[in-house]
């Protein structure tokens, strides 16, 4: 009873609620890309644009910008495209030139902090924004509508385009030599992770992004066999562990992105449990 | 008009050819072999014909109705991730993605077209099954289903019997056949030279010496004797 007294309580405040609608928002969107950026070998794009969106962000913290998406959204979406450029020109260059670009970027971004911030506490800056631990809880209504509108372009892009990307995930070649414009979709895609990770960082920081994109998808796919259950089980999968977490954070004061990677961690042991002992039968 | 026609034809990679000035065409409804040996360039030449490369010089002109999107294609190697999880019908259907346009989702005649292919290729039964778990032959026939959505006029076929045990073997050649004789032209690359001769009414044969013509002309001729008794050895 206590339990509930105390949820009520928490959610007569606006900010808990901001967190739980926009917490449910990321964590769906960045879902569904996950089969998706686990099977193209996406992820270390993942990995480097989230060091790109810090290093923006420490920018537009310099500046002193009041809405930092306005800076970061745009460098992030540009990198990606730059990335998935150089990746696909020749393989080990662009694996070089991720680590060198989200390297750089991170490294550029502390030193900005440390050289130009205001801010007395600076390694508590630094954290948060690399661990998300507060900027969830301190959303403001604009964040919120902004990351509302991106979540539902995401949602609806991916939808309209679900075919396509399964076309160009599973067999790039063939897609291509049937007249599918795979270059397209890939920048798609590219744009579609980039727009995720702005917003993920919200919610997680851009050090724990990575596991809120890929723990879902991989959860899934122990246990689905079809592209269309493992999307829509890492979905909903997604959803309630990002909302069981942002709930247990608030409760117990834990930091909300570590919590809510840790519950994603429980489900897929959970789920690679269910898959040994299912597969177990079938076979 | 032929219906595929390579003019002049050099290909190669990042501006090293391979093969040079390779002339020959095909009309509708043959059935072509390519041979030649390991790295003479007959994926190459494939991929150049789908559009996935460009050619050095020379043109590839298509004619009779044929689209270059309109080729289907059944790659030597599918580098399908270990762990993609797809069904069977999810893979077929994907075929049909070049019909759509830009049109989201499959109408419902495309996924007639699909279960009508999964049919004609006898795995019915493992619509629903997961791809990754099928053997090789049983996946050679998805993916052939695929190709076949997404072409009713031409199929490029590289090495499909690759890893097949001689009974499945059999039956794919016997599909391919039945495709041909469907109307479908078929160009297939196959290291099995009697599999070729037996099936094909014209033969490919690329390498140092290239030789192009029906199937009685490569058997009297300079090339074919030479690959045809040393086992694949000019
Ligand atoms: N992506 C690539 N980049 C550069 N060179 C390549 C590439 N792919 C193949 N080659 C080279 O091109 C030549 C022809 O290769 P190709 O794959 O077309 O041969 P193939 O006739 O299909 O051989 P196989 O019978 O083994 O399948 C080979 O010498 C190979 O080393
Ligand atoms: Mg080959």
Known sequence: MM????????????????????????SLCSSLLGVTL??????????GLSHVAFGAMSVAAVLGLTNDMVLVLPVTVISAILLLAAGQNAKIKGDASVAMISVGSLAIGYLLMNLFSTS??????????????T??????KTEVILCTVLSVVVVAAFVFFY???????????????????????????????????VLAMNLVGSLLISALVIFPALS???????????????????????????LISVLAGTPVGSTIVAVDIVAFALFSLIGFVSGGKSK | MSQLECRDLCLGYDGRTILHNLNFSIDSGDYLCIVGENGSGKSTLMKTILGL???????????????????????????????????????????????????PFYSKEEKKLADENIEKMGIANLGKRCYRELSGGQQQRVLLARALCATK??????????????????????????????????????HDIGAALSYADKILHIGQNVFFGTKKEYLESEVGKGFGMNGGRE
């Not at chain 1, 686990?38 to 990995?47: A, E, M, N, P």
């Not at chain 2, 043109?59 to 580098?79: A, F, K, R």
């Not at chain 2, 993609?84 to 077929?92: C, G, N, Q, Y």
């Open chain 1, 120 to 133: 007395s506490n600076l390694s508590g800056d630094v954290c948060s924004t690399l661990f998300g631990s």
């Open chain 1, 135 to 140: 900027s969830i809880l301190t959303l403001s």
């Open chain 1, 220 to 246: 899934a796919m122990r246990v689905f066999r079809s592209f269309r259950s493992v999307t829509i089980c890492s979905a909903v999968l997604s959803v309630f562990c990002s909302s069981l977490g942002i």
């Open chain 1, 3 to 26: 339990l509930v007294d105390k949820l009520s309580l928490y959610f007569q405040y606006p900010f808990v609620r901001y967190a739980l609608v926009v917490g449910v928002l990321i």
């Open chain 2, 153 to 190: 006029k031409m199929l490029l076929l590289d090495e499909p019997v690759s890893g097949l045990d001689p009974k499945v073997t059999a039956e794919m050649y016997q599909l391919i056949e039945g495709l041909n004789k469907d109307g479908i032209t078929v160009i297939m690359i196959s």
């Open chain 2, 53 to 103: 490369q460009s050619p050095i010089s020379g043109e590839i002109i298509t004619g009779d109705g044929l689209h270059q999107n309109e080729i289907g294609y059944l790659p030597q190697q599918t580098v399908v991730q270990r762990d993609f999880p797809a069904t069977v019908r999810e893979i077929v259907l994907s075929g049909c993605q070049a019909r759509c346009g830009l049109r």
């Open chain 1, 38 to 47: 686990v099977l193209k070998r996406f992820s270390f794009i993942g990995d």
């Open chain 1, 163 to 197: 075919n396509k990307i399964f076309c160009v995930t599973f067999d790039e070649s063939f897609a291509r030599a049937t007249g599918t414009k795979a270059g397209i979709y890939n920048l798609l895609i590219a744009v579609i992770i980039a727009v995720i990770i």
